[in-house]
């Protein structure tokens, strides 16, 4: 008996047509890319690490910032980076992981920082609070050992994803994303790191924490999710816009009018792989070889030749992040 399609419309997705120049995956999480389990029935997974570059770079994908942005994800992006820069392997993380094609960020989620912070609320998501073994370790401690990986690794060219993440956090929660926000953007300036910024449901607040503070000389929203009135904003201020999968979505009109509005030397491409795949792949997992559905649809949201917006995405990611 055959797959179902239902089967196979959960699996891998196949490679989409290679783009003509070499792009920036700006921002995706790699070790959650190699945890994802097919369903019964749909197509086999890329076989580990190195499987997933080599599909991207296949299409065109030759850079990736991998953001780990917990405990664990934290050790694991330090691991593969030492790997990437020669140094031995130890764990799980393949010999060959990385090459060169992987820079790294490193923070504590908003999300993360509340459960390191001992509150366990229930948020607007209405979802109980799920404490894992890690965050045992108080938020201070979390921090501190973000920030040593920061310092240790070369690799390391980002603090994030940080930020404020208010339909997954109560009143005593956003209190504490906002502490912890604060002190990743003190640590960016204090590094001469780019800031990668995790907003949702907050972007007055997030804007006021980046005006009172003083944002880093490159910050960029991470996965931007605001319509015009954030795009005006982010221009005026020179911060960095990274559109993912939902650029590609039918009702996201209001995005689509905001890349339109953005100045193109701030703009940069993401997966936020494993998740937020594009249109019309919804509901597969996602990962940095399927990007190229998001970079189609910003050239023609922006009336630009296809080849000429991967070139102009690349400088810009160079810019940010620096050589790799």
């Given at each position: 008996?055959?797959?179902?399609?239902?089967?196979?419309?959960r699996?891998?997705p196949?490679?989409?047509?290679?783009?003509?120049?070499?792009?920036?995956?700006?921002?995706t999480h790699?070790?959650?890319?190699?945890?994802?389990?097919?369903?019964?029935?749909?197509?086999?997974?890329?076989?580990?690490?190195?499987?997933?570059?080599d599909?991207?770079?296949?299409?065109?994908?030759?850079?990736?910032?991998?953001?780990?942005?917990?405990?664990?994800?934290?050790?694991?992006?330090?691991?593969?980076?030492?790997?990437?820069?020669?140094?031995?392997?130890?764990?799980?993380?393949?010999?060959?992981?990385?090459?060169?094609?992987?820079?790294?960020?490193?923070?504590?989620?908003?999300?993360?920082?509340v459960?390191?912070?001992?509150?366990?609320?229930?948020?607007?998501?209405?979802?109980?609070?799920?404490?894992?073994p890690?965050?045992?370790?108080?938020?201070?401690?979390?921090?501190?050992r973000?920030?040593?990986?920061?310092?240790?690794?070369?690799?390391?060219?980002?603090?994030?994803?940080?930020?404020?993440?208010?339909?997954?956090?109560?009143?005593?929660?956003?209190?504490?994303?906002?502490?912890?926000?604060?002190?990743?953007?003190?640590?960016?300036?204090?590094?001469?790191?780019?800031?990668?910024?995790?907003?949702?449901?907050?972007?007055?607040?997030?804007?006021?924490?980046?005006?009172?503070d003083?944002?880093?000389?490159?910050?960029?929203?991470?996965?931007?999710?605001?319509?015009?009135?954030?795009?005006?904003?982010?221009?005026?201020?020179?911060?960095?816009?990274?559109?993912?999968g939902?650029?590609?979505?039918?009702?996201?009109?209001?995005?689509r009018?905001?890349?339109?509005?953005?100045?193109?030397?701030?703009?940069?491409?993401?997966?936020?792989?494993?998740?937020?795949?594009?249109?019309?792949?919804?509901?597969?997992?996602?990962?940095?070889?399927?990007?190229?559905?998001?970079?189609?649809?910003?050239a023609?949201?922006?009336d630009?030749?296809?080849?000429?917006?991967?070139?102009?995405?690349a400088?810009?990611?160079?810019?940010?992040?620096?050589?790799?």
């Open positions: 008996m055959g797959r179902s399609r239902a089967g196979r419309d699996g891998w196949a490679l989409p047509d290679a783009l003509p120049a070499p792009v920036v995956d700006d921002h790699l070790e959650s890319v190699l945890g994802f389990e097919a369903p019964p029935g749909a197509e086999p997974a890329p076989t580990g690490l190195d499987d997933h570059l599909r991207a770079a296949a299409v065109g994908v030759t850079r990736m910032v991998q953001v780990g942005c917990d405990l664990d994800a934290v050790a694991w992006t330090d691991a593969v980076l030492a790997v990437d820069a020669g140094a031995a392997a130890s764990g799980p993380v393949p010999q060959r992981a990385g090459r060169r094609a992987l820079l790294g960020a490193v923070a504590i989620h908003p999300n993360e920082a459960l390191h912070a001992g509150v366990h609320e229930v948020a607007p998501d209405g979802l109980e609070p799920d404490p894992q890690r965050h045992d370790v108080g938020l201070d401690d979390a921090l501190a973000v920030a040593d990986v920061a310092r240790g690794n070369d690799r390391v060219r980002a603090v994030g994803e940080t930020g404020l993440d208010y339909f997954r956090a109560g009143s005593r929660g956003r209190e504490v994303q906002r502490e912890a926000f604060r002190a990743h953007v003190a640590l960016a300036k204090e590094l001469g790191l780019a800031l990668q910024i995790h907003d949702r449901d907050a972007h007055d607040d997030v804007v006021d924490v980046l005006l009172r003083g944002a880093p000389e490159r910050t960029v929203f991470h996965c931007f999710s605001g319509g015009p009135a954030l795009a005006e904003a982010c221009a005026r201020e020179g911060w960095y816009c990274s559109f993912a939902p650029l590609t979505y039918p009702a996201n009109e209001d995005l009018a905001a890349l339109r509005l953005l100045p193109l030397d701030l703009l940069l491409v993401e997966t936020d792989a494993p998740y937020l795949t594009p249109h019309p792949l919804r509901g597969r997992p996602n990962a940095p070889y399927v990007i190229p559905h998001t970079v189609r649809r910003l023609e949201e922006r630009l030749d296809l080849a000429t917006t991967c070139a102009t995405l400088t810009t990611a160079t810019r940010v992040y620096g050589a790799w």
